[in-house]
C-alpha cells in the first residue's frame, strides 16, 4: 500500500498537521488540527471534498487541536484520543489544553472515541497502531502503520517534547521512548508534531534522549 503523507504547519506554534490516507482514494485520517481562523480555513481548503475517517489528537494541548472544532462542522468526523487527555481537551486551564498559560482559548468538542494502546486506527486500507508514549501527557499517544509514526510531541528530530507543564514527566518520557519508539526499525519515517520529519535510526545515532544499545 502507497501510504500518503501530506502536512500542513498551522498555527503561532507551528504545530505539524497530517493528513494521512492509503493512496487508493480511501478517508483521510487528519492528525492534530491545530491553529484556528485562517488556520481552520486552509485545513478545510486541503482537504478539499475528501472524506475524513476521524480526527485523532495525539495528546490535549492547545496546539494542536485549534482546528478542531471547524473541522468537525464541516465533515461530521469523530474524534480520537488517549482517554487520559480526553478530559483536557474541553478547558483552556493549565490542567486542561494549558491555552490559559499562554493567554490562548483554544478548546475542542469533547472525544467520540478515547483511545488505548494497541487500539488500530482503520480509514479505508489504512490501519494505524496506537501507542501509548506517556511523559509529554499521560495521555500521549504516537501513531504507527506502513513504516511511517506520527509522534507527536514525545519525539522530535534531535530533541523530544516537553515535560514541564502539568502531567509531564521526564523519566515516563524516556521509559516510552525506549520501550515504544526504540524498538522500531530504522527505516521507520518519524513525522513529529513540530519540525522536520526524521527516521528512527538517525534518532538513535543523534538524539541526546534515545536510549544507547
Request: one cysteine or more.
Amino acid at each position: 500500500m502507497n501510504v500518503v503523507v501530506e502536512r500542513l504547519i498551522l498555527g503561532d506554534l507551528e504545530t505539524n498537521c497530517w493528513l494521512v490516507s492509503d493512496g487508493a482514494g480511501g478517508p483521510l485520517v487528519v492528525i492534530d488540527p491545530a491553529g484556528d481562523g485562517e488556520d481552520a480555513e486552509r485545513l478545510i481548503e486541503a482537504i478539499d471534498e475528501r472524506d475524513v475517517a476521524v480526527i485523532v489528537l495525539t495528546h490535549g494541548h492547545f496546539d494542536h487541536l485549534g482546528s478542531v472544532g471547524p473541522l468537525v462542522e464541516v465533515s461530521g468526523a469523530p474524534i480520537a484520543i488517549h482517554e487520559l487527555d480526553a478530559h483536557r481537551i474541553t478547558d483552556a486551564a493549565p490542567a486542561g489544553t494549558g491555552g490559559a498559560l499562554f493567554g490562548y482559548d483554544h478548546v475542542s468538542p469533547p472525544a467520540d472515541r478515547v483511545l488505548h494502546h494497541g487500539d488500530r486506527i482503520d480509514a479505508g486500507l489504512l490501519a494505524l497502531e496506537v501507542l501509548h508514549t506517556p511523559g509529554h501527557t499521560q495521555g500521549s499517544i504516537s501513531l504507527l502503520g506502513e513504516g511511517h509514526l506520527f509522534s507527536g510531541d514525545t519525539l522530535f528530530a534531535g530533541s523530544v517534547g516537553r515535560t514541564d507543564f502539568p502531567g509531564g514527566d521526564a523519566r515516563t518520557l524516556s521509559r516510552s521512548i525506549a520501550e515504544r519508539i526504540a524498538p522500531l526499525p530504522d527505516d521507520t519515517i518519524v513525522h513529529p508534531g513540530h519540525g522536520p520529519d526524521t527516521t528512527v535510526g538517525r534518532e538513535r545515532r543523534v538524539n541526546p534522549f534515545f536510549p544507547r544499545a
